[in-house]
């Protein structure tokens, strides 16, 4: 298996290759599956034996390195490696405890010239995130529910490759309700109401029930029109 600087979390896709420690040559050339396996049948290295190396798809400079050798015909050698890659994960949920399905999560970060790179992590139903190989230093977070609008930024600074990031984003929202009435006084229902928010850019759209009420739930903070 290949995984991370953390020593737990799986490289997936990540170049594998298997050389020949006297010369040099390439024996055999793969990838990780997405739990970081790799596996090589039919290898034949010579008396000084083999080099496995995984070598980093975003930056061919980070890799991980190991030897070995065979004893006899058919022997199973198993090597981990373990490469220097940070783990950047953590889940996104509302403040009353309700997870985010799939969020839109961004991790950019800016170098010395002022490029922007941007990592787009992996999520799940449960309003899960994971990335592997962001570089050390500062980057910007941004975790958004497409559904609402409602995101979040934050900056951390990664240190240590061998200690995962976990960053559990929290969003904040309110409610907005009431009544609407005709000009007589009287509520109106089944009619429809919109709610736009300035701070996000984006529109809710309901409707009153049969006594002329709505309800906004998930409504940024800051400034909003009914």
Same mark, same amino acid.
């Given at each position: 298996?290949?995984?991370? %600087?953390?020593?737990?979390? &799986? ?41 496995? =190396? ?19 015909? @058919? ?8 490469? &220097?890659?940070?783990?950047?994960? %953590? ?5 009353? @405890? ?15 010239? %002022? ?19 962001? &570089? ?12 609402? /609008? ?26 907005? @309700? ?20 300035? /701070? ?5 759209? %309901?409707?009153?029930?049969?006594? @002329?009420?709505? =309800?906004?739930? =998930?409504?940024?903070?800051? &400034?909003?029109?009914?």
């Amino acid at each position: 298996h290949v995984v991370a %600087g953390d020593g737990l979390t &799986p490289v997936t896709a990540t170049q594998v290759e298997v050389l020949d420690v006297s010369t040099g040559i390439q024996l055999a050339l793969g990838g990780t599956d997405s739990n970081g396996f790799y596996r090589f049948n039919g290898i034949s290295a010579g008396p000084q034996g083999f080099k496995v =190396r995984a070598t980093s798809i975003l930056n061919p400079a980070i890799f991980a390195e190991q030897t070995g050798s065979f004893v006899s015909n @058919g022997d199973l050698v198993t090597i981990d490696l373990t490469m &220097p890659l940070s783990v950047v994960k %953590g889940t996104v949920s509302y403040s009353d @405890g309700t997870v985010v399905p799939f969020p839109t999560v961004v991790i950019s970060q800016t170098d010395s010239f %002022g490029n922007v790179t941007t990592f787009l992590p992996v999520t799940d139903a449960n309003g899960g995130f994971e990335i592997v190989g962001v &570089p050390l230093g500062n980057f910007t977070l941004s975790a958004q529910d497409s559904n609402t /609008g409602i995101i979040s930024t934050s900056t951390v600074t990664l240190t240590d490759v061998t200690q995962s990031a976990v960053l559990n984003v929290v969003l904040l929202s309110g409610t907005v @309700g009431g009544m609407v009435r005709d000009s007589n006084g009287n509520p109106v229902p089944f009619t429809q109401v919109a709610l736009a928010t300035t /701070g996000v850019s984006f529109n809710l759209f %309901g409707s009153t029930d049969s006594l @002329g009420a709505y =309800r906004f739930t =998930r409504v940024p903070l800051g &400034p909003f029109t009914v």
